[in-house]
């Protein structure tokens, strides 16, 4: 397993904005948590809401001297497919993976998670790869959301600690990272199929304001989600979310 160091904040308005803001002060392979976060943010300018109940929220600073070769595309899917294992063996949930990220409980999102990019001098200098999962989030809260969510604690009923499954997810981050590294998405490929929902069926696609009917086809060997549209094209998705 890649050795990495855990920063722990009492509290923080985004766990990917301090790691940004502070980029210069961590080396490749930092994991920042809190257990609180007031202002979390979400693709596309979308908010990741939270409440003053603990929750997981986690930054992976990730650096490199050369990121030719990274698997920028499936880094996010790394991640889900991890959070998935998490889910199912120590909490014995059933998570499916909504393209590309997301992660459900029978349909509800628990986690979300979010890449982004430092740049310096025209350079990519880091990624800040951010993951909220909703662990102990109350059922008012969840309510409040515009889609459906559920937490851990709405599942089981249960409070947990949220620094031993923030150190689970990072030790199971790092335990085969380099793998992944190397093998881009054909290391989790597998892993991410069978968690993948939607495939196979109609789905609405939402590329900005964009809305579309699809048939979703396939996840392909990029990890890309390919589509075949009501003029019967085939297309390939790079970006934009998968509705219900
Ligand atoms: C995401 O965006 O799902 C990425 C969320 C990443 C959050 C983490 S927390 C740690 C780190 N620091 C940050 O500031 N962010 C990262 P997206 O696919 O755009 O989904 C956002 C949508 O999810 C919202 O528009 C809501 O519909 C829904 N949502 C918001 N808060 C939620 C929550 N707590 N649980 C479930 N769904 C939520």
Excluded: H
Aim: with cysteine.
């Amino acid at each position: 397993m890649s050795e990495y160091t855990l920063v722990t904040l009492n509290n923080v308005e985004s766990t990917n904005g301090f790691a940004l803001n502070n980029i210069n002060s961590y080396q490749d392979k930092t994991v920042i948590f809190s257990p609180l976060q007031s202002s979390g943010r979400g693709r596309f300018n979308r908010k990741w809401i939270s409440d003053d109940s603990n929750n997981v929220y986690l930054s992976f600073v990730l650096k490199s001297d050369n990121f030719i070769n990274f698997p920028f595309q499936n880094l996010t899917q790394y991640l889900s497919v991890v959070i998935c294992n998490i889910l199912e063996k120590e909490f014995y949930l059933s998570p499916a993976i909504k393209w590309p990220n997301d992660i459900l409980i029978d349909g509800a999102k628990i986690s979300g998670i979010l890449a982004e990019s430092f740049m310096s001098e025209n350079k990519l200098k880091a990624i800040v790869l951010g993951i909220g999962l909703n662990v102990n989030l109350s059922p008012d809260t969840l309510n409040s959301i515009d889609q459906k969510a559920v937490s851990l604690y709405s599942l089981t009923g249960k409070n947990f600690d949220v620094l031993s499954i923030a150190k689970k997810i990072a030790d199971a981050f790092f335990e085969n990272y380099e793998n992944f590294l190397s093998s881009g998405f054909s290391f989790i490929k597998n892993d991410y199929l069978k968690r993948c929902s939607f495939l196979g069926k109609n789905i609405t696609v939402k590329n900005f304001d964009f809305c579309e009917e699809v048939f979703a086809k396939e996840i392909n060997d990029e990890g890309l989600l390919v589509v075949i549209n009501n003029s019967n094209k085939e297309c390939t998705m790079i970006t934009g979310d998968v509705l219900c």
